[in-house]
């Protein structure tokens, strides 16, 4: 009986490793590897340790027996780790082979052979379970996607020469990198999503940082690196840092820190003189920034959405880009002679601006420069301005007057739409109005056309303040929604010139007198919708029938005027 006993403990002691992970070791001798395993080997099989020397044929069949590939169901693996450090990789001129181990989702750990240059493209892409993976001193080169998707937490190496495009993209799961010699070239997307990486650390000089290659890195806080010889776009786009200090002796991408959204202190060392286009875009905690000397120009969108920055030294500023400032907390600003060239936008949604002077010779106040600079009570337009761009002034709605120099002649679309306290503002010498130009400017309530006017566009007084209009003799169409819902519009003049009146043109004034010069205009049906009853009508001298042929001159109370004409317009 206690024999029996004894000879159960001595089985049961023999057993426990075969309950451990199932593991098998061989020697390979490059090629050769499929004769070395059975398929009895691989039934259940986790574990592979290969010395010797391997070939890309044998990978393959290691990557074969981890995704069950033409293996019988019943000896399908489990394959997790893999072992390849005490072998060396021959005729593949050292390179592990692209798509090596790719798709392989059980693998977790990786030990890649001890004379390995560089890593071929797509070698463990999508290893979904990845998360260790020990590379060789000799390694220089990391191909693309080579590591895109895989679990890895940490990634740490003596040196590498490069990285490629996407290399560890959307490695979500990885926190840190650190290369202790350095790296040369990293590619462009890179590391970009890896949303949990927090530090990176490159003890050394960077020939070339590629375009995005930390982009959407939001957790990244710390970043040590050396000189950068060239920064690409958006290179470290979204990330989280607060501070950062970086020096880079070649060219600078655009939109290199947009987005960093807890960054407040910049301290950039660069060669350029125009601060790169969109390079702090949204950045909007930023208030220390500190810039190369002898910077003369700010690129567009440079600054826009930092929110927390209220002032700006233009000092040797000569050229400020298209919405450079746009979205920023910026209260005051003076635009010297110095500078010769002024974007769009320039200060669009500036909401806390209250004062702005345009000391410089431009000729026009450019597309959105002011729209909604809703705090901004006045702006005095320099003398040689020709022109008001695009919503220039859109919803500036502390501004109550504007003064045009004699020389502004066209107001582009929107110029002034939104501009709800716009009480003022003298258009004897515009001669082109754009449309919407005054839309829903509800206290304005006069204004004087210029003669050479010749088209009234759509909308271009809707919803305005108006109570009375002259339409000049050389406006030939008044188009659709141009004075519709002037609530205050009584009284109109048409001149003589008036061929057609647009549809809704009128719509919803409560107009009591329409007075025109023309001879015989066409006005669509619902030219004057919702039309008081009652209104009444004055034409030309004989011309009464023929108004009265269209059914939308009906509606009015009509009469001649006996001198032949209808009131000239003063």
Known sequence: MKKNLLLLMVLALMALPMLGRPTLSVRAHGGDLRNKISLKDCRGLQELHVSGSVDQGDI??????????GIEEQYHARLEVVDLSDADLVHCNHTFPSGAFSDCSRLTEVDLPGNVRAIGHDAFKHCSSLEVVRMPATLDHIGRTAFYGTALKRLRMNSVGSIGEYAFGSCRSLR?????????????????????????????????????AFDGCSSLQELIIGNIGELGSFAFAGCAFTSLAVHVTGDVGKWVFSDCTSLSAVDVDANFTTV???MFSRCSNLTDI???????????????GCTAITDFDLTGITGIGNYAFANTSITSMVLSDAITRLGHGVFQNCKKLKHIELNLPMKTIGEDMFSGCEKLPEVQIPSTVTSIGTSAFKACKGISEIVLPEGVTSLGNSAFEGCSNLRAINLQNVSTLGEHTFLECAALTDVE??????????GVFESSGLAFVAVPAAVTKINKYAF???????????????EKIDAYAFE??????????AVNPTADKNAFKNLPSGCSLEVPNGTLPNYM???VWKKFTGSERSEGTAPAIE
């Not at 500190?290 to 826009?304: K, V």
């Not at 919803?508 to 010069?517: A, D, I, M």
């Open 549 to 551: 042929k269209s059914g």
């Open 60 to 69: 393959e069949l290691i990557r074969q027996i981890a995704r069950n590939e």
């Open 176 to 212: 840190s990198v650190t290369f202790m010699r350095g790296v040369n070239e990293i590619g462009d997307n890179a590391f970009s999503g890896c949303s949990s990486l927090t530090s990176v650390e490159i003890n050394s000089d960077v020939r070339y940082v590629g375009s995005k």
């Open 484 to 498: 519709k819902n002037c609530k205050a519009l009584t009284e109109v003049i048409l001149g003589a010139g008036v």
């Open 449 to 458: 056309l210029c003669e050479q006017l010749s088209d009234l566009p759509k």
């Open 290 to 304: 500190r810039l190369p000397e002898g910077i003369n120009a700010i690129g567009s969108r440079a600054f826009d």
């Open 276 to 278: 790169p286009e969109g």
């Open 508 to 517: 919803n004034c409560p107009l009591k007198l329409v007075r025109s010069r």
